[in-house]
């Protein structure tokens, strides 16, 4: 059974930093494409970030570049989003996901973890 689970969510004051973890189990996430998404309080879900499995080459929303950086560790099966430099609009609940793919109107995905909480307010 595919199982994503994200952690190190929570509050953070703006201009803090948090780093999420991606876990997986049930298959190994070097051979996927993983996928970091966000959504806020009544706004639509968003990528973020997607990190291929083929050369582990990134790509970013603009609205986080130059501030998040997507990783991966294969030996512990985990993918990390750093986050830096957090704003009160990066607060929303954030979601790995495998098999992220680009499509026209944005990021999408196949499968999914139950998401962390990321609030950033003073």
């Known amino acids: 059974q595919v199982q994503l689970v994200e952690s190190g969510g929570g509050l953070v004051q703006p201009g803090g930093s948090l780093r999420l973890s991606c876990a997986a189990s049930?298959?190994?996430?070097?051979?996927?494409?993983i996928g970091w998404f966000r959504q806020a309080p009544g706004k639509e879900r968003e990528g973020v970030s997607c990190?291929?499995?083929?050369?582990?080459?990134?790509d970013y929303a603009d609205s986080v570049k130059g501030r998040f950086t997507i990783s991966r560790d294969n030996t512990k099966n985990t993918v990390y989003l750093q986050m830096y430099s957090l704003k009160a609009e990066d607060t929303a609940v954030y979601y790995c996901?495998?098999?992220?793919?680009?499509?026209?109107?944005?990021?999408?995905?196949?499968?999914w973890g139950q998401g962390t909480q990321v609030t950033v307010s003073s």
């Open positions: 996901a495998a098999n992220c793919y680009l499509m026209p109107t944005g990021w999408g995905a196949t499968d």
């Open positions: 049930g298959f190994t996430l070097d051979a996927y494409a």
């Open positions: 990190i291929s499995s083929s050369d582990s080459s990134t």
